[in-house]
């Protein structure tokens, strides 16, 4: 077990990766990333209804871009620990909220979000902080969790830009209803396809307790 002093140690690593020029270049290459997504999200906005949003790793707002064509946009935030993508994000969806805060710390009341959300966030944390960001997640969220990620049965770390620990497949879903038996049910699952703007990856929605 890590001791007090160096638990989060890896997760600190990474952050300081994503916010500095590592980051940045990301931002760079994935302007475009959710150009396709228009007909899930909007599916699924007219479906729930969320009356406010939260996406943890918002990056320049891709997916949120679609997301306030259904949901007012003062009710919208997102948090991202890149200052570069929270500028554009500020460009590119009017309205929304961003908020500059790692993961593991959301700056959000207890409860006050509908529907929080990631895509390929989960991916890119460490095992030694992963249920303390899930569970964040769990703790801001009123009604809906969802997160579309990289799945695999058992975690497997995927080689990442030549750095280590930097992507993880792991069976998301599981990890959800196994840290929070009490707190989440699974209303469903599917996939996300290249036809949608997206690697494949495996999406999980659970409603709150």
Known sequence: ????????????????????????????????????????????????????????????????????????SRCVTGVDINAKALRLLDRR???????????????????????????????????????????????VSSRYVFCAEYHAPATVEVPYCGNDGMLFRRDYGGLFLDFFPFELALVREGHLRADEGSDPMTWWLFERA
């Open 1 to 72: 077990m890590a001791s007090t002093k160096t638990k989060g140690a890896e997760a600190v690593r990474l952050e300081t990766l994503w916010a500095g020029e590592f980051g940045n270049a990301y931002v760079d290459h994935n302007l475009s990333v959710a150009d396709h997504r228009s007909e899930f999200w909007l599916a699924l906005m007219d479906e729930l209804r969320p009356q406010s949003v939260l996406e943890v790793g918002c990056n320049v707002g891709a997916d949120l871009h679609w997301i306030t064509q259904r949901v007012d």
């Open 93 to 139: 969806v009017p309205g929304v909220r961003g908020v500059n805060a790692p993961a593991r710390e959301l700056p959000v009341p207890d409860r006050s979000m509908e529907f929080v959300f990631t895509v390929a966030l989960l991916i890119h944390q460490p095992e030694e902080t992963l249920d303390k960001v899930m569970s964040e997640m769990v703790r």
